[in-house]
């Protein structure tokens, strides 16, 4: 099976900024596009940032030129740098793992699917 860890977020004034790291576990070959979103109850779940395998790399509007996504495929983690933050960045942040090629030694096949973490709370608050 595969699992993606989540680590850092918590509480942080406006202006501040904070890390997360999401790390793939797993017999995995390859990890698509590697993303974050963020959720706010009652609302949608939004695309914060994505990096594809070959560095590619998508912002929501929201937080371009605050926010800086990155990965190591070595370590099939991806990382986003939260910088300036604001009172509306205040949210759940969920990492996201798309087409994710993984060996299941239980069936003895190789499989593709999508991978979601527990999400992390992100807090800007005074």
């Known amino acids: 099976q595969v699992q993606l860890v989540e680590s850092g977020g918590g509480l942080v004034q406006p202006g501040g900024s904070l890390s997360l790291s999401c790390a793939a576990s797993?017999?995995?070959?390859?990890?698509?596009?590697m993303g974050w979103y963020r959720q706010i109850p009652g609302t949608q779940r939004e695309l914060v940032a994505s990096?594809?395998?070959?560095?590619?790399?998508t912002y929501g509007d929201s937080v371009k030129g605050r926010f800086t996504i990155y990965r190591d495929n070595a370590k099939n983690t991806v990382y986003l740098q939260m910088n300036s933050l604001k009172l509306e960045d205040t949210a759940v942040y969920y990492c996201?793992?798309?087409?994710?090629?993984?060996?299941?030694?239980?069936?003895?096949?190789?499989?593709?699917?999508?991978?979601w973490g527990q999400g992390t709370q992100v807090t800007v608050s005074s």
């Open positions: 797993g017999s995995i070959f390859s990890i698509g596009v």
């Open positions: 990096v594809a395998g070959d560095g590619t790399t």
């Open positions: 996201n793992a798309n087409r994710v090629q993984w060996r299941d030694y239980l069936y003895f096949t190789n499989r593709v699917r999508d991978y």
